[in-house]
């Protein structure tokens, strides 16, 4: 039996999204039904449901950073129990089988993962091709894509760590940043005050990097020991050679150049943010000390797991601002104008109230 | 007593190379006097030669790959004796105390190291400010920047190792090609085909990736096990995802997206010819995949023995065209339109019968 469930979906490109009822699939075996609590607003929920990257189909229901209570589970799900606190983020299936997925790295499946919504639903059991999000009250997920969440944490706060958090942990882990490290978290937005916790949390020197000393002051009571006014460029000089790590979360096409030759030799800066092509880069500021650029995508399930426990010891989540689903539309307007601190969380319970479609 | 020395020298960046005799420094207790036997003609020594870079100051004496025997040793010298095939590449000098220089990295040196030519002479002891190259029948070096080339190596065909082959053995063991992995060189010319025999030697599956079939055909005489050709777009994409390593060897400003692909997850392309800003690059190829792009400068003192050391086992050296110091200009015309197959190399013993101006 297939489960009935309300959300809210957009029909197109340039409509407002509108509540929306479908149907999950028959739960398998290895599935977690999952009632949705909350569910964190990300820019690309934005970019995909206006179709910006030319790709969505349509009904579409967003959502990636969600955070729930287990419902029921499948006859062969051993990690959950109804009643636990879960989450799922961007990704509910992958092959599996592939070097990526067994290493632990689904986000880089050779085979192609399935995101949370708008991901070519290969497990099926609905009448749509495409997966739906968190804009809902209810999910299914493979118990593998169903993360953990420690109960000591705000679960508003903490549906963001599903994307907003993993991406930016992810890149701070695998390149190894700790104590000491003098570590430059560029851009203040989902992304970035995400990062300077983290780099704080991990006892790295942090230094918030932005063009604006309001947001400089912003990060400094997110744990940020240095604020560097990236429009200043004698400051900017003065920092040249100084940094073991940069995390790049600016989400626009920009000049890496000045940033670059903040790095110290061998060191890394990771671009997560920037969908855009990023404008010319110059060579030399690479060749002349070793420098590299990187980019990173999300994380793994087991490295999500390991994120999601990390803020449990030490309390960390997103700072947000709760919404009710029927103010979705106007909140994507003010993220696209960046007036969010710094994530919009939807509270899944405003959903019924608004929701009176008929089946 | 100072030294007197026979070169080539130009005296404006639009005048040719004509013979002109200067001095070198009266040898100090740790400086190996040089008689040159071979010098390789860089890119570089053209770009610096006509003030491509804007730094130069003349009279300018080029040459940076430098073959020769010992001449005389001073009473602190320890590594060399007179009669010794020896080599000096890119470097002079360097601060020795910086954390760059303690760990044989004198090519990131700190506080800047001396270039063999153009560089600021920190040593002095002569009239000029600056340091002159190994256009010229003898060099005079700090036995630290003084290299051991195996006996067995030609002598002639070892010169361009001290550049060319450091610039591309560097990388390639900085990030530990090794046997079985697919390696990718990019671009066939001095500094490319170097890459060619050092990731074959290094036991890589090696790939010319290349404009030209032609240069394909000759990559394959060099070492190289495939050939891609760049131009073509189906091959292009059916290698997307393959490549283990890639050396760009490119000397211009082009579009790295497309070699970007080519790269697994997690893997790094190395750019070491690129002087001119790289064109707009597509942040979303190294967040996909997790890949990176890094710059190498030239080698370590240390690592520059390893090589040479590396090249006297395996028996490789450069493939050469040898000219008389009197054809260099022609040589410099040929070079930038790319007609040198692959790097010219002057032989020194033609120097006497055309330097005599008076001193």
Not at 100 to 129: A, H, M, R, V
Not at 271 to 282: A, C, M, N, Q, R
């Amino acid at each position: 039996m297939s489960i009935h469930v309300h959300g809210y979906a957009n029909h197109s490109a340039t409509d407002k999204l509108v509540p929306f009822t479908f149907e999950r699939r028959d739960p398998r075996g290895q599935d977690v039904v999952i009632d949705i609590k909350y569910c964190g607003v990300c820019h690309s929920d934005i970019h995909f449901a206006r179709n910006e990257w030319g790709w969505t189909t349509y009904p579409f229901v967003p959502g990636h950073e969600i955070i729930g209570r287990v419902k029921s589970v499948g006859n062969k799900v051993s990690k959950f129990k109804a009643g636990d606190l879960v989450g799922v983020g961007c990704m509910v299936d992958s092959c599996r089988h592939c070097a990526s997925c067994e290493e632990g790295l689904e986000q880089y499946c050779e085979n192609g993962f399935t995101g949370t919504y708008g991901g070519d639903d290969k497990i099926g059991g609905t009448q749509y091709p495409k997966t739906f999000g968190g804009y809902s009250n209810i999910i299914t997920a493979d118990e593998h894509f169903v993360l953990r969440v420690p109960e000591n944490l705000d679960p508003a706060g903490a549906a963001p760590l599903l994307c907003a958090g993993i991406t930016t942990y992810s890149p701070l882990n695998h390149w190894k940043v700790s104590a000491g490290q003098k570590v430059g978290i560029i851009g203040l937005g989902g992304l970035g005050h995400m990062g300077v916790k983290f780099a704080h949390a991990m006892g790295a020197h942090v230094v918030m990097i932005t063009t604006s000393p309001e947001k400089g002051a912003d990060a400094k009571k997110l744990g940020a020991n240095e604020v560097l006014i990236s429009k200043d460029a004698k400051a900017m000089e003065a920092a040249q050679n100084k940094f073991d790590f940069l995390l790049n979360t600016i989400p626009v096409g920009h000049d890496v150049d000045p940033y670059m030759l903040l790095l110290k030799r061998d060191a890394v800066m990771v671009v997560v943010g920037s969908v855009e092509p990023l404008k010319k880069v110059d060579g030399i500021n690479f060749i002349f000390k070793r420098r590299s650029m990187a980019g990173s995508l999300i994380g793994g399930i087991p490295e999500t797991q390991e994120m999601l426990d990390f803020c449990g010891k030490h309390d960390i989540t997103c700072e947000i601002e709760k919404i009710a689903i029927k103010d979705i539309n106007t909140a994507y307007d003010r993220t696209v104008k960046g007036d969010v601190k710094y994530r919009f969380v939807i509270d899944m319970a405003s959903l019924k109230t608004y929701t009176n479609r008929k089946e």
